[in-house]
T-cell receptor
Framework: GESVGLHLPTLSVQEGDNSIINCAYS??????FIWYKQESGKGPQFIID?????DKRQGQRVTVLLNKTVKHLSLQIAATQPGDSAVYFC???????????FGTGTRLQVTL | GAVVSQHPSRVICKSGTSVKIECRSL??????MFWYRQFPKQSLMLMAT?????????EQGVEKDKFLINHASLTLSTLTVTSAHPEDSSFYIC??????????????FGPGTRLLVL
């Protein structure tokens, strides 16, 4: 079936560096994408979203890029901080009853 | 705003017993609530979609008679794991979509419920 997957299961970055977390999706009908952050033992926390009619969206220290041609989504975190350490999930929505399909997740480890 | 709570946060039960988990939207009304299950080091897997006043829609492979969902109001959905077994041990997370405001697809997640079946 259709799936959303991630290239890197674990990403280790030094504090202050920029982080890039990637996600590949396979459902060309998906029109809404979201990045979530999940800390250990907690529920997912919304970070940023983007619609398919956009290719870039910026938030506070975060940027999401969408490349529909190759069905690729990325999350960029500027000046990564220890508090950014968590598992990051991309999720896609095809407009069907607001259902989200989650990717496999990438663990971000921030080293001092 | 947009806070979702779950109760209990963790529960331990004996095999064969039933466990009820509550999901509440605290400061908004939710047309739709979703129930997910997450095993250790894995992603969230959607179990069912719950709409207020109607029957839940279950994902393929999820037993509706085992995972009973009730969405009695626009702020409360419950998931009951019936006759729980050790393999049902998992992290159960709910989310809620607001009736109005924000993208239709916006989901706000609860903090999760850790279930351990002995």
């Amino acid at each position: 079936g259709e799936s959303v997957g991630l290239h890197l299961p674990t990403l280790s970055v030094q504090e202050g560096d920029n982080s890039i977390i990637n996600c590949a999706y396979s459902n060309s009908a998906s029109d809404y994408f979201i990045w979530y952050k999940q800390e250990s033992g907690k529920g997912p926390q919304f970070i940023i979203d983007i619609r398919s009619n956009m290719d870039k969206r910026q938030g506070q220290r975060v940027t999401v890029l969408l490349n529909k041609t190759v069905k690729h989504l990325s999350l960029q975190i500027a000046a990564t901080q220890p508090g950014d350490s968590a598992v990051y999930f991309c999720a896609e929505n095809t407009g069907t009853a607001s259902k989200l399909t989650f990717g496999t997740g990438t663990r971000l480890q921030v080293t001092l | 705003g947009a806070v979702v709570s779950q109760h209990p946060s963790r529960v331990i039960c004996k095999s064969g017993t039933s466990v009820k988990i509550e999901c509440r939207s605290l400061d908004f009304q939710a047309t739709t609530m979703f129930w997910y299950r997450q095993f250790p080091k894995q992603s969230l897997m959607l179990m069912a979609t719950s709409n207020e006043g109607s029957k839940a829609t279950y994902e393929q492979g999820v037993e509706k008679d085992k995972f009973l969902i009730n969405h009695a109001s626009l702020t409360l959905s419950t998931l009951t794991v019936t006759s729980a077994h050790p393999e049902d041990s998992s992290f159960y997370i709910c989310s809620a979509s607001p009736v109005a405001g924000g993208p239709q697809e916006t989901q706000y997640f609860g903090p999760g419920t850790r279930l351990l079946v002995l």
